[in-house]
């Protein structure tokens, strides 16, 4: 059974992931190519898909920083890069 703060310890974990592991800066670039790369592999626009087309990217992202899949996901895109 988890110990009750693992959620805790989980989400900062990822937060340490996205912030030091992963520069802003050089994730901002990485998810252009990454959109474009994945927009035409699967013949989907972002704009059509989100969800689809999120999930593909933070796989990629994720494996490409050697990161969780979790620091890629929509919510951390929104935060760190959309806006």
């Known amino acids: 059974m988890p110990f009750p703060d693992q959620e ?7 937060e340490f992931a996205g912030l030091v592991l992963v520069p802003r800066a ?3 670039d990485e998810f ?4 474009k790369d994945t927009e035409e592999l ?4 972002y704009k059509d898909k989100p969800e689809l087309v999120t999930d593909i990217l933070a796989r990629s992202l994720a494996a490409k920083f050697t990161v ?14 959309l806006k």
């Open 8 to 14: 805790i310890v989980e989400w900062q974990a990822d």
């Open 42 to 45: 699967v013949k989907i626009s």
């Open 26 to 28: 050089i994730l901002k």
């Open 32 to 35: 252009k190519k990454a959109l």
């Open 68 to 81: 969780s899949e979790k620091m890629g996901e929509e919510k951390t895109y929104k935060r760190r890069i």
